[in-house]
């Protein structure tokens, strides 16, 4: 999906693609149970002028804009994926959400993943389970690290 509509950076293009899966009992089912799950991966590619020094420059302003919201966890950089990586979680309205985000040369990624679960946040003064946030974080991780190793190829420099 092209994602030429969001707002422009200049010298940049924005491409990604969502996947979302809902329970087929939804509204409700047995507490515990996968409510909903989504995965969304984003690319911006920086083209023109300084292209790493752009991509360099804006992950470093998303990372230290990342954590601004009440519930959301330090960025905790990541080792091993791209040049420079890290990881935010968001345990807040009952789903469990985190975000790696990964930058190789003149390209950022970021891979996003949420869930929630049936009886989630109820008895847990709105909060999604230990269990459901480790879930989420360890298939967001898994995902940012399937998709990095072939993204050398199309980078610009």
């Known amino acids: ?4 509509e969001l707002p422009p950076t200049p010298g940049a293009r924005n491409y990604g693609c969502d996947v979302h899966f809902i329970a087929a009992g939804f509204p409700s089912g047995p507490a515990g149970e996968p409510a909903t799950r989504s995965v969304n991966v984003s690319f911006k590619l920086y083209d023109s002028g300084d292209r790493t020094g752009k991509a360099k420059d804006s992950f470093r302003l998303l990372r230290d804009s990342a954590t601004e919201k ?22 807040s309205l009952s789903s469990a959400s985190t975000a790696v985000t990964f930058r190789i040369s003149n390209m950022m990624v970021t891979v996003g993943a949420r869930g929630s679960d049936f009886g989630e946040g109820r008895s847990n003064n709105g909060e999604p389970s230990p269990g459901l946030v480790a879930s989420v974080h360890s298939a967001t991780e898994a995902i940012a690290h399937a998709v990095a190793p072939n993204l050398d190829s199309i980078v610009n420099e």
């Open 70 to 91: 009440p519930k959301v966890s330090a960025a905790k950089s990541i080792t091993g994926l791209g040049d420079e990586a890290y990881v935010v979680d968001d345990a």
């Open 1 to 4: 999906m092209n994602l030429d």
